[in-house]
């Protein structure tokens, strides 16, 4: 029993410790899970902030929008900015109208499909944008406890080499091998449980935000829908 006392003490079994003990593979297979940790955070922290801006964003334009301003005064102000979400659209369906009218349009079909197709190609941008890298949330969310999981496989397979080697099973030789191989998956699900929250969370986020786009863009084309009725029908009359 003192014997394996005093073996059990000689085994360093912080953290730092049992890294530095492990094999190549299975340190490759930890550096690989906290870069991918790291990557997660980063985008964690990227994504919060471009969503709740994102948010604001949309806040002050529904209240810009509906506050009876001019829909010409609205469209210069933005025309020569960097728009996101519901100003997008609003730019693009505007651009789309004054080049129309700009060329004569005598179809008030053709011109309300240009118009909703302008809108559709930005909402679809804008969308995509908002759904950029949380991919990569998923994938590390997926396969990082199997990446983990790998690392301790192998590490176990070390730990018995070692144990076949010394012909010995004592406590204090078997268990700084198997926590060492156990570190791997500990860290993958390190990795990961933040990694799936995340992307559940933003994912819903991005969810809503293209609601709201997509509700937008149909109120804005049925406004704009009644003022090509308004203004092509008289030319229509008089010709």
Known sequence: MEQVALEAATHDV????????????????????????????????D???????????????????WSGQSLEELYRTLSDRQNVGLAAIFVSAMREWKKSFER??????????RIDRAMDVTLAREAEGFEARLGSLATIGSAGP?????????GIMTSFQAIAGSKSTNLAVVAPGIAEALL???????????????????????????ARMEGFADEFSGILSRQIDEKLQPRQAAQ
Not at 47 to 65: G, H, L, S, T, W
Request: hydrophobic share 60%; net charge positive.
């Open 146 to 154: 199997f990446i983990g999981l790998f690392g301790t496989v192998v």
């Open 104 to 113: 004569g349009a005598r179809s008030p079909i053709g011109l309300q499909m």
């Open 184 to 210: 791997a998956t500990a860290i993958g699900l390190v990795a990961a449980i933040p990694a799936v929250i995340a992307y559940n969370k933003f994912m819903g986020d991005a969810g809503k935000l293209s």
């Open 47 to 65: 994504k919060y902030i471009n969503f709740a801006k994102a948010k604001r964003q949309f806040d002050q334009f529904e209240q810009v929008f």
């Open 14 to 45: 912080s953290l730092w410790a049992l890294f530095m003990q492990a094999g190549l593979i299975v340190k490759l297979v930890m550096i690989g899970l906290l870069f991918a940790s790291v990557w997660t955070w980063a985008i964690v922290i």
